[in-house]
């Protein structure tokens, strides 16, 4: 059974960090072009971060760049994204997903997403 399981989302203030975590299981993230997307209410979707496959090239929207880092763990078959210096603008709900091509028009979500609250 294909399946993931992301974690770490939450509320933080403004300037805080969190590491959102999607472990694969029935399927090996290595060789994959893994990543991340949002989507604020009301809003499209929009691409945050995506991995290589050979994890050499790795890509950022510009709002998140230096402050979001991706992280592709094969050991553990799980994908990270450190997020450091949190903004309200950050706010909305990030999932995991293939992301062949960057950036994409649309995604295709592979879990049920975590809810990122910045706000004081």
């Known amino acids: 059974q294909l399946k993931v399981v992301e974690s770490g989302g939450g509320l933080v203030q403004p300037g805080g960090s969190l590491r959102l975590s999607c472990a694969a299981s029935?399927?090996?993230?290595?060789?994959?072009?893994i990543g991340w997307f949002r989507q604020a209410p009301g809003k499209e979707q929009e691409g945050v971060s995506c991995i290589h496959v050979s994890d050499k090239n790795t890509y950022y929207t510009h709002s998140v760049k230096d402050r979001f880092t991706i992280v592709r763990d094969n050991a553990k078959n799980t994908l990270y994204l450190q997020m450091d210096n949190l903004k309200p603008e950050d706010t909305g709900v990030y999932y995991c997903a293939g992301c062949p091509t960057w950036p994409m028009d649309l995604y295709d979500p592979w879990g049920q997403g975590l809810q990122v609250t910045v706000s004081s």
């Open positions: 029935g399927f090996t993230l290595d060789g994959e072009a």
